[in-house]
């Protein structure tokens, strides 16, 4: 049985196989496994005798229910024994993705008496006379708290604190392979916005800025709010502002591309959620023509009755011709579409419809708002936030540099100035010369992308002229690339 689906790395499955030693043995394995529509990614011999081999075969398949049809079809075939088979993005999770590690040897007497007691006397009484000194003599001057109560984990809803501490633990990582920051998740087992607030307010101390993630709105919108009135740190949630950073990065280029002017273009986002309602705020900041606003209640306009607090202000301050129609309607003689909402909402003949040299950014995870390749048949531009497809729009682009910026500023707060310098600094990364409508965004991979947004940053929280982007290199592999420069 083949799937229809695209086999892809976060499904990757070692089969250990023990099968008769002939010529055409590994043939067969591996023949069996392209027909059910798995990629093969490699083959180890374990062992072997004079009558057998046992191999492990790695491959990547679809979803779990793909592999299980992979490993169903091995085990049909004549004188084959699946022995077993590992999930391999599980095995990379056992015992968690992060650790903390010591800076300092401790090897000797001397050491720890400078490290620990009686030493760390003196710089904890230098710490109670200046507080101030903590950003300077503990952790707190690189280090960034991951926050989140598990209440809208992208693509998974509502799963609490235990399920979210993998994605969690996954941002940490990208924290420090991306931007040098040391981070750590703080997952809280509670979904009461005053609580959140006080325990993050408690928690600050040790940390240099708090990453906010997978709140769900609109509890998200208080709780950040109140954090930046309470903390002398910056709050930065991501879910918000750091897909707004990279939709303005991407926007940035494809208007490039397509010869267009932000202040006169006519944008529709579909889903006023967090990740919505800071990218309208963004464009609002960056000085668009105009943004049609659209969710369950339809498009957002001045006359919808019982709006929340902060679909009231998107009322108020977009959609300047009142539209009060469907998502078909309003992305007719739309320049932009933005998706961050829900799979399969429109069609490629819904695309047809927009203005001459439309973009769309169909953001929705796994399954975007239409299909890229449907959209690509009539837009100029398209992006996902798919790996498996060009112009993938990700959030790793913005808050490894983000984060590193402020936290190199001893920045005291998250600005929109610096939201503004850093999508400037992610779209110049590509550069002019080097855009087009499958390139509007650099590569995650790209190891001028965090340090040229911490720079951006830095100078913006300094109130500095933002430097320009560095020279184009050769590509830096992930397992090449140097850290980020702190």
């Known amino acids: 049985m083949v799937t229809t689906r695209l086999p892809s790395a976060g499904f990757s499955i070692t089969i250990r196989v023990s099968v008769t030693a002939d010529a055409s043995a590994i043939g067969r394995l591996t023949t069996c496994v392209g027909e059910s529509g798995a990629i093969v990614t490699a083959l180890d011999v374990v062992d072997s005798d004079p009558v057998g081999v046992t191999v492990d075969l790695t491959c990547d398949t679809a979803d779990s229910s793909h592999a299980d049809q992979v490993v169903k079809a091995l085990e049909a075939l004549p004188g084959v024994n699946v022995r077993k088979v590992s999930d391999r993005t599980f095995l990379l999770h056992l015992g968690g993705k992060i650790e903390v590690s010591s800076k300092v040897a401790l090897r000797n007497r001397d050491e720890l008496s400078r490290a620990y007691t009686p030493g760390v006397a003196r710089v904890c009484m230098a710490i109670a006379e200046n507080p101030g000194d903590a950003r300077r003599l503990t952790i707190k001057r690189n280090t960034v708290a991951v926050v989140s109560d598990g209440s809208a984990v992208l693509g998974l809803g509502n799963i609490g604190p235990y399920a979210a501490m993998p994605v969690m633990e996954g941002k940490a990582a990208l924290f420090k392979r991306f931007g040098g920051v040391d981070a750590w998740p703080v997952v809280l087992d509670t979904q009461d916005t005053d609580e959140i607030v006080a325990i993050v307010r408690a928690i600050a101390p040790a940390y240099g800025g708090i990453n906010l993630e997978d709140i ?207 999508a400037r600094a992610i779209a110049d990364v590509v550069g002019e010369d080097k855009i087009n409508p499958t390139v509007i965004v650099p590569s995650v991979f790209d190891a001028r992308v965090a340090p040229a947004v911490a720079a951006a940053v830095r100078a913006a929280a300094e109130g500095k002229p933002v430097p320009p982007p560095p020279p184009a290199a050769e590509p830096v592999s992930l397992d090449t690339a140097p850290p980020a420069v702190l």
Request: aromatic share 6%; hydrophobic share 45%.
């Open 216 to 422: 769900a709105a609109p509890r998200c919108f208080e709780i950040e709010e109140r954090l930046r009135e309470l903390l002398d740190i910056p709050v930065f949630h991501d879910d918000q502002h750091g897909t707004a950073i990279c939709v303005l990065a991407a926007l940035t280029n494809a208007l490039r591309v397509v010869g267009k002017e932000i202040s006169q273009v006519r944008v529709v986002v579909s889903g006023a959620g967090a990740a919505g309602t800071a990218i309208m705020k963004l464009l609002l900041r960056q000085g668009v023509g105009d943004i049609i606003a659209y969710d369950r209640p339809g498009a957002l306009h001045r006359g919808l009755p019982d709006l929340t607090p902060s679909w009231q202000w998107l009322a108020e301050n977009t959609n300047k011709t009142q539209y009060a129609g469907d998502l078909k309607g309003a992305v007719r003689g739309a320049d932009v579409f933005i998706g961050v909402s829900a799979p399969n909402l429109l069609t490629g003949d819904d695309i047809a419809t927009m203005a001459d040299r439309s973009i769309v950014f169909a953001l929705a995870n796994p399954d975007p708002e239409v299909d890229p390749r449907a959209a690509r048949e009539h837009a100029a531009v398209v992006a996902t936030g798919r790996s498996d497809q060009p112009n993938q729009i990700n959030n790793v682009l913005a808050f490894p540099g983000v984060f590193r910026g402020m936290l190199d500023a001893h920045a005291e707060e998250f600005t929109e100035e610096m939201a503004l310098a850093a």
